[in-house]
C-alpha cells in the first residue's frame, strides 16, 4: 500500500504570499490531519478533515485554512504568508482518526518564506 | 490540556549501547494512547509504537521495549544494542482532546523530541 504523499516537498515563498500543500491519505483513510513544525514551537496540530468535514482545528489563526475532497485528499492553505510560517508541513492520514487508531505521517513539505 | 515532556533534548550514545528515552505526559482523559514516533533528517514521522492507557504491559518488539506506567505518567521508550541508523530524533505522542462524546478527532500532542546520535 502506498504512503502518505505530500505535494510539493519543498516550496519558497515571500511575504505577503499565498499557498497551497497538498495531500494524499493512504487508500481507504479517510482522516487527514495536518500538523506544522518549527525549531522553537515543535509539533502543533493545525486542524482535522474527516468526510469534507473540518472536525477539529487547533490554536491557529484564520490565515491557515483547508479543505478535503470527496477522495479524501486534503489541500491547507496559508494566506498572507509571514516570515513565521515557515516551517515543515505534515500531513497525517488515518481510517477515522479514532484514539486508538495510529496515524500515519507523509514526509512534509518544508515551506520557507522569505 | 494536555502536555508531554521529554527531558532529554539530546543524547549519544556508542553503538551497541542500549538507551533510553524518558516521557512523561499529562492528560485529563482517562483512555488515552501513547505513541512513539522517529524522524529521520528526510523529515518523515515514522511509526513506532503505540499504546493504550488501560493496557499496562510492557513488551519488547526486536530491539524496541517500552515501559508505561499510569502511576508516574511516563512512557520510556529503550533501543538495545543501538546502531547508527538509529539515529534521529525521537517523538512521544498522546493522543487525546478528540470531540466530546465519542465523535472522534483525535489530535496528537507532541513532546519536544530527543535528538539521538549513535556513535560508531
Known amino acids: 500500500k502506498a504512503g502518505v504523499t505530500q505535494t510539493p516537498r519543498y516550496l519558497i515563498k515571500t511575504r505577503g504570499q499565498q499557498v497551497t500543500l497538498s495531500c494524499s491519505p493512504i487508500?481507504?483513510?479517510?482522516?487527514v490531519s495536518w500538523y506544522q513544525q518549527t525549531p522553537g514551537q515543535g509539533l502543533q496540530f493545525l486542524f482535522e478533515y474527516f468526510s469534507e468535514t473540518q472536525r477539529n482545528k487547533g490554536n491557529f489563526p484564520g490565515r491557515f485554512s483547508g479543505r478535503q475532497f470527496s477522495n479524501s485528499r486534503s489541500e491547507m492553505n496559508v494566506s498572507t504568508l509571514e516570515l513565521g510560517d515557515s516551517a515543515l508541513y505534515l500531513c497525517?492520514?488515518?481510517?477515522?482518526?479514532?484514539?486508538?487508531?495510529?496515524?500515519?505521517f507523509g514526509p512534509g513539505t518544508r515551506l520557507l518564506v522569505l | 490540556a494536555q502536555k508531554v515532556t521529554q527531558a532529554q533534548t539530546e543524547i549519544s550514545v556508542v553503538e551497541k549501547e542500549d538507551v533510553t528515552l524518558d516521557c512523561v505526559y499529562e492528560t485529563r482523559d482517562t483512555t488515552y494512547y501513547l505513541f512513539w514516533y522517529k524522524q529521520p533528517p528526510s523529515g518523515e514521522l515514522v511509526f513506532l509504537i503505540r499504546r493504550n492507557s488501560f493496557d499496562e504491559q510492557n513488551e519488547i518488539s526486536g530491539r524496541y521495549s517500552w515501559n508505561f506506567q499510569k502511576s508516574t505518567s511516563s512512557f520510556n521508550f529503550t533501543i538495545t544494542a543501538s546502531q547508527v541508523v538509529d539515529s534521529a530524533v525521537y517523538f512521544c505522542a498522546l493522543s487525546g482532546g478528540g470531540l466530546r462524546g465519542g465523535a472522534g478527532s483525535y489530535q496528537l500532542t507532541f513532546g519536544k523530541g530527543t535528538k539521538l546520535s549513535v556513535i560508531p
Open positions: 497525517a492520514s488515518s481510517l477515522q482518526n479514532q484514539g486508538r487508531e495510529t496515524q500515519y
Open positions: 487508500s481507504g483513510h479517510r482522516s
